[in-house]
């Protein structure tokens, strides 16, 4: 399979790595830092979009935000399968565009929604699908990191959507995964000295209800997850910090263990379950877990949430299923 | 651990020759740290104990009145007037939520500081008359939040106190615990409680927040559902909550104060808060000091945290004695308290609620 990966930034350098693995022939085209990850990773580069374009059967996008929606459109159009990094889009109109023309061209668009393919997450709706803690009903999630500094459109929020869309959009999407279908939102959010939190409420159309809070924090602050989802019958929980089977002191502060991603390299790594799904479906596999669909209700939640936080009130989500 | 017991101590100031001991009544035995409380005064020194329930008994399969005093080893009448002509120092109130209001009244009248079980009503006017009566007799009027004296509280106090978390932007806090339900049946009545969930469990965790940051809340706003523990017919009121709360200059917090620590679960449940700064994040967890394991009855949680109970009851003695108020007083009770109403209010209605 020929991979034409567009962008050169931190998530590429867990994609790469992981489409060698699977075997696949990677072509890098970015603005910058191509060359670099071309030298690094012993992959191909593009000189140019259309290059790129020319060159292979599944373009995988790592891009920032506000570039997806014309990137996904190009590749589209030239008639290849799409990957695109989360959030899909900035907002649910550009995502339903792109649906639509995906459909059009009759090509698939994978949104890269990659918590769905860590174990405990995954575990985790197993579970309670599977009725083992009865009824969810009060589901808690939080995602600490430090601030991504590494590259400034992050700190722009007409660009990045902020943290709600950037980085809670993630357990956004796997509180409806997991809790189902959202018919209210409220979020309030503070920021100070290069730091930004956001605390998001979901009401669940089946009554549950569910908290998401992210931290972009300090920096060195370590990547830590949890969740916790208490149902009728039952409590299960998760704590990246405690739940870990490595950990270590090694006596100097310079060596914490900070990072912008949470450490799997114990088992299978999340993207390449992730990135192999979308390549088996775009080969003509089953679907894979995670669907446009759930991409732009997610970014529908997150902008539900800043919608909120503007505004002080709670926001109604539209009722989806109302097709003409 | 207190002072008394540390070798090389001065000797505690209550047990020194000289000093009358202090009188202590506890008024009702509805709510279940009322023999906690009970048993914790017993073992501090220089405290004449006496306690009076005449308002038990009637609920099947509850220990109160004279039998639970007997099994107590605590001096016992028949009624609050009985008890109150003993004179009192100091009165401990633990009746039910929403009966809190004559009994602080009826001490307060009768000379005695007093320590009411949390929350410290069910109703902001009750809170007020209570403090105004208390105010009224000069009286010092406390309020049961034991958590606040938590030793991994006071260190997280002290780190935000001397800035270093930075400037503090969030709190994310949880009081989760099994349902009330067996000991004590008025719990999930809301007549006697005043609530749920909600009404149990915010209390600690937005009184917490307020001893740490000292900010005043502007919004409250809830959500509630009766998903948890649907199957139980005496429940009458919601079981799991989500309450954010929004502070003047821009500290934001959201309290879960569901129910829902399984039936099942080796321990009753704990309170958790976590405040992220601009330097930093910091989590406590006051009851997870513990030794865990399995015995043939499944998961054991052996808890050796420190009594936080006893720190409070120690600090209303040295009130008393001292004769002056000390916190977490009657002011920080109406304080949180308005944020359980408007929590309360906020469910209800499905709006934002100001409070002031």
Redesign the interface.
Known sequence: MNIGLIGAGGITHVHIPAWLALGANVTVFSLEGAAESAAQYGIAVADSLDDLLGACDVVDICTPTPTHYRLVERALRAGKHVICEKPITLNTTDADALAELAAFVGKQLHPAHVVRYFAEYSLAQSAVAAGQIG????L?F?R?GEFPSWAGWFADEAQSGGIVLDQMIHDLDIARWIAGEVT?V?A????????E?A?V?L?HER???S?V?G?W??PG?TFATSF?I??????LKHDSRTDASLRFDLGSPASGGHSMRPDTSFGESPYLTELREFAAATLGGAAPRVNLDDATRAVELAAAANESIAS???VRVASQAVPA | MSAASTPGAPPHPLSEPGIRPLRVALMSFAHVHAAGYARLLQTMPNIELRASDPDGGNEPGERRGQDLADDLGVSYVDSYAELLAWQPDAVIVTSENARHRPLVEAAARAGAAVLCEKPLATTLEDALAMQAACDAADVTLMTAYPVRFSPAFARLRELAGTGGL??L??A?G?N?GQIPVGDRAWFTDPELSGGGAMVDHIVHVADLLDALTGLVPV?V?A???R?????KPEVRAE????V?I?YAG?????I?C?W???DN?PTWGGLTL?V??????ADIDPFAQHVGGTTPDGAVFLAYGTNTDALLLNEFVHAVRAGRARQPDGAAGIRSLKIVLAAQESART?E?VSIR
């Open positions: 009824e969810p009903a009060i808690r939080s600490i209210e409220y309030v959010k503070n920021s100070a000295d290069g730091c939190t605390q409420v009401t009554g549950a209800l908290y809070t931290v924090g300090a602050t916790s208490a149902g009728s019958s039952g409590v002080g009130r709670s | 930075g400037t932007l969030a994310t949880t989760n919004t706003r959500v509630a559902n998903i948890l523990h649907a199957d079981t799991g909550g989500l954010t929004g821009g500290f934001v917090a959201t879960d569901s829902s620590q399984p679960a976590q992220v700064g601009t330097l930093g994040i499905g934002v």
